[in-house]
């Protein structure tokens, strides 16, 4: 059986859903802090709003969900992904990302309620969660707490590639639209 680790690792007023839409209208930020877990492979993220305007997170406030508000996946075919997700019942509420970048979407299925988190999986995601595992495996050793910049996750070349191979796609049309409000 594993054991829980303490020392925590966490960011301070982020925020992590850029270029997002929530429920089909362009969004503001929706400044968070969040605090990261692992028990396994499994990473847990306990996420504190700290604005007042309409978001997911707020609305999960609201409804004063103490449980698991939902699940995640990360995905090397996100336009498949995405539409499986809304074949199946699934609905955007929140769209975030550029297509063809890095792209993310909470989808909610219309009939269990049911939160599921479509993270796209490349170069600049996978550095995100990838640190973020070795920062907490850190932790098991030292035992400590640590706050760090959620932006500093990505290597800066992974940024600038990303982009590279973002603007050759969209030049030759191969970017596909995800989202269902624009």
Not at 42 to 63: D, F, V
Not at 68 to 78: E, G, L, R
Not at 168 to 175: E, R
């Given at each position: 059986?594993?054991?829980?680790?303490?020392?925590?690792?966490?960011?301070?007023?982020?925020?992590?859903?850029?270029?997002?839409?929530?429920?089909?209208e362009k969004?503001?930020?929706?400044?968070?802090?969040?605090?990261?877990?692992?028990?396994?492979?499994?990473?847990?993220?306990?996420?504190?709003?700290?604005?007042?305007?309409?978001?997911?997170?707020?609305?999960a406030t609201?409804?004063?969900?103490?449980?698991?508000?939902?699940?995640?996946?990360?995905?090397?075919?996100?336009?498949?992904?995405?539409?499986?997700?809304?074949?199946?019942?699934?609905?955007?509420?929140?769209?975030?990302?550029?297509?063809?970048?890095?792209?993310?979407?909470?989808?909610?299925?219309?009939?269990?309620?049911?939160?599921?988190?479509?993270?796209?999986?490349?170069?600049?995601?996978?550095?995100?969660?990838?640190?973020?595992?070795?920062?907490?495996?850190?932790?098991?050793?030292?035992?400590?707490?640590?706050?760090?910049?959620?932006?500093?996750?990505?290597?800066?070349?992974?940024?600038?590639?990303?982009?590279?191979?973002?603007?050759?796609?969209?030049?030759?049309?191969?970017?596909?639209?995800?989202?269902?409000?624009?």
């Amino acid at each position: 059986m594993k054991q829980w680790i303490i020392g925590g690792r966490f960011t301070r007023n982020v925020s992590p859903l850029q270029n997002a839409y929530y429920r089909g209208e362009k969004s503001g930020p929706a400044n968070v802090h969040i605090a990261f877990a692992y028990h396994g492979d499994m990473q847990l993220e306990l996420i504190e709003p700290l604005h007042k305007e309409p978001s997911i997170y707020s609305e999960a406030t609201e409804r004063k969900i103490t449980g698991v508000h939902h699940y995640a996946v990360c995905v090397d075919d996100f336009p498949a992904a995405y539409e499986l997700a809304t074949s199946e019942g699934y609905e955007a509420v929140v769209d975030s990302g550029v297509d063809g970048l890095a792209r993310m979407s909470y989808m909610e299925h219309a009939d269990t309620g049911i939160i599921l988190e479509i993270i796209e999986w490349n170069d600049l995601t996978r550095p995100y969660f990838e640190t973020l595992a070795d920062m907490w495996k850190e932790a098991s050793v030292k035992g400590d707490d640590v706050e760090f910049v959620l932006a500093d996750l990505t290597p800066k070349m992974a940024i600038l590639f990303g982009l590279g191979r973002f603007i050759v796609k969209k030049l030759t049309g191969q970017v596909k639209t995800t989202r269902q409000s624009a």
